[in-house]
């Protein structure tokens, strides 16, 4: 009887208050359980109209358009058009995304990739630009044929007075083996939610301050060189 | 070269070590010619601070010689400079609004993940303070690379001895900070928590920017008296009720700004602190604050509480009814030490700040593992310990107590 002693003889009334709260538990817990289930089963590919002025990768499950879509925002203190034009000549990504080994322009609005992949190997395809709006937008898509099918755009949009320009790099990828390529691929710190955090902070720096930081110094550790960054 | 190297807790050794090269183009490299070990190094020796790897070099109060610079350096061989312990990039929004230590280039971005994890934001760089910072090498050493060389290094006039000018790469611009953030008035009675250097220095900041009485709090006598001798009155906790002392002082209105420069590691017999070590001891806390409670509960409605005391995790207890019953303001953080340094170099050419008469010891970098055990086990005695890589191994030089003369 123990949380709701009231008073002997309140004890038909007592019992059937008990009943009642078991009951709501009983119900409480049935519906969280369905919740979750759903939740887990549910996965991305949410169908639920958000109000949220949010871009769409900020959104929770049920919420957000796919799963694999990732994207990151950095706010840089330079003026729209200079990133653009960065940008669009892809030969400079190689200089700060940590996976990609090299790009060369084919034509107008393709590109090789080389990027590297999990576990020392190379991976190449044929990017195709979908979207260019000087100052504004580039997209891309990766042609049929790419061993891991990727679309993404960059966003380049006005910060308030003075504050420079907010980039928003969105990419939406298949991972190589679905979920399981992707979780492998995190822990490898390839995957990329972690790289293209780590590659627009390393565009912010070398956009802001004309280098990429690094903090390479000597050690106590005789394994490592004074000159590269080991973590 | 030989630097002091961090491998555990409480364990601390003299290594040879490579040199220190030029990485990018604003880089510089200066000769270490004098670094201090500061209070918060404690916290990295007592293993305190997350992310230290066995092997880092120490060190983030640093002054030297240019030896050698990058193609966009601003320094010239042979300038003597005072290094801020703050790496900040100068072109960032945050480097902009002055808040170096805030800077949002100076961590790389793979030590970034890190602090952004645990505080929403990376933090900005430092040197020699675990790899949250960004995992920069310390000058407890020979030589030491500075990033971003062009933005930081204060250059040194002739005619000031390093003694005079070190403490601006950290505790004399931290104890200014912390009293610029109690946002001094005239007539104001101050309360100081820690006679540690950047309590003493925030003494003598509060004096400067306007104080009528400052009183100052701890319970080692010789910090005390260096205290007095800057002009505050004290209060040895162990003798008295630290807010029943601070009610009477102030007749019953209690300090108009606290200043708290004591941090995660607060010394203290009361009950909370009692509870905060025994929470600390099995993990289940990282900060132990009883000095920011007493600070909180101790200041006047509608005062300032100033917090250059260093904290990393989360806090139990927090008093947030008499915070904000009171109508407190806070203010605190990593020290924007780039922001002050002009301003303090001339007041020490002026005369107006006295900088080194709490220095106790100097010592040869060889012996700072030694120094680093009296730095923690007597902290009385030990006031403030410069290291000098120029010194022999066995050159301690046990500093005459100057008597201070305010200004």
Request: hydrophobic share 35%; net charge negative; proline share 5%.
């Amino acid at each position: 009887m123990a949380p709701f002693m009231l008073n002997d003889e309140d004890d038909e009334r007592n019992g059937s208050v008990e009943r009642a709260l078991i009951g709501a538990a009983a119900v409480a817990a049935t519906a969280g359980l369905a919740y979750l289930v759903a939740r887990t089963l549910g996965g991305g590919g949410g169908d639920k109209a958000p109000i949220s002025d949010a871009p769409p990768s900020a959104l929770r499950r049920g919420y957000k358009p796919s799963d694999a879509l990732v994207s990151r925002t950095v706010t840089i203190a330079r003026p729209a058009r200079e990133l653009y034009d960065f940008w669009r000549r892809f030969e400079n990504l190689a200089g700060f995304m940590d996976n990609v080994k090299s790009v060369e322009t084919l034509d107008d609005k393709r590109s090789r990739w080389t990027i590297a992949a999990p576990g020392g190997t190379e991976i190449q395809f044929v990017s195709r630009i979908t979207e260019d709006q000087p100052g504004r937008v580039i997209a891309w898509e990766s042609e049929e044929d790419a061993p891991v099918r990727n679309s993404g755009r960059v966003e380049f949009l006005d910060a308030a007075p003075g504050r420079g320009t907010m980039v928003r790099a969105t990419v939406d990828y298949d991972p190589p083996f679905g979920t399981l390529g992707r979780g492998v691929a995190k822990l490898l710190q390839r995957e990329p939610n972690v790289q293209a955090r780590r590659d627009l902070r390393r565009f912010k720096q070398l956009m802001e301050t004309g280098e990429i930081t690094s903090s390479a110094s000597p050690s106590g550790r005789r394994s490592e060189e004074p000159t590269r960054q080991y973590l | 070269m030989r630097a002091l190297t961090w491998h555990g807790r409480h364990d601390v050794r003299v290594d040879t070590v490579p040199d220190p090269e030029i990485v990018n183009p604003r880089d510089a490299i200066i000769k270490v010619t004098s670094t201090a070990i500061c209070g918060s190094d404690l916290h990295l020796y007592d293993g305190y601070i997350p992310t230290m790897r066995a092997g880092d070099i120490l060190g983030h109060e640093n002054m030297g010689e240019v030896v050698e610079v990058g193609s966009k350096s601003t320094l010239k061989v042979g300038q003597r400079v005072v290094i801020p312990f703050t790496i900040s990039c100068g072109s960032c929004f945050h480097c902009s609004k002055q808040q170096y230590s805030a800077c949002d280039n100076s961590n790389p971005a793979t030590t970034s993940d890190m602090s952004e994890t645990l505080y929403g934001y990376p933090m900005g760089g430092a040197f020699g303070y675990a790899h949250l910072t960004g995992g920069y090498a310390g000058g407890q050493a020979e030589y030491l690379r500075v990033p971003y060389s062009d933005v930081g290094p204060v250059v040194i006039p002739d005619g000031l001895e390093d003694d005079q000018v070190l403490f601006l790469s950290d505790i004399l611009p931290t104890g200014w900070m912390g009293a610029v953030n109690a946002e001094i008035e005239q007539g104001d009675t101050v309360a100081v928590w820690g006679c540690g250097p950047v309590g003493l220095f925030a003494i003598q900041s509060a004096f400067q920017l306007g104080a009528h009485r400052v009183i100052a709090i701890d319970h080692y006598p010789r910090r005390l008296q260096l205290a007095k001798q800057m002009g505050a009155e004290i209060l040895d906790f162990r003798e008295v009720d630290v807010r029943d002392a601070l009610f009477e002082m102030t007749g019953g209105i209690g300090p108009d700004a606290c200043i708290e420069c004591v941090g995660m590691e607060t010394h203290g017999l009361g009950i909370d602190n009692l509870a905060d070590h025994a929470k600390v001891w099995l993990k289940l806390g990282t900060d132990r604050p009883a000095a920011f409670r007493q600070a909180i509960l101790s200041c006047r409605k509608g005062g300032r509480v100033s917090v250059p005391g260093v904290y990393g995790g989360m806090m139990d207890k927090f008093p947030i009814g008499a915070f904000m019953e009171k109508g407190l303001t806070m203010k605190t953080g990593q020290t924007h030490v780039q922001k002050y340094t002009r301003q303090l170099l001339e007041m020490i050419q002026e005369g107006k700040l006295d900088t080194t008469w709490f220095i106790s010891h100097h010592a040869s970098l060889e012996d700072g593992p030694d120094m680093y055990r009296h730095w923690h086990d007597e902290q009385d005695s030990y006031t403030k310990i410069v290291l000098k890589p120029g010194l022999a191994k066995g050159e301690v030089k046990a500093k005459q107590e100057k008597q201070h003369e305010p200004a």
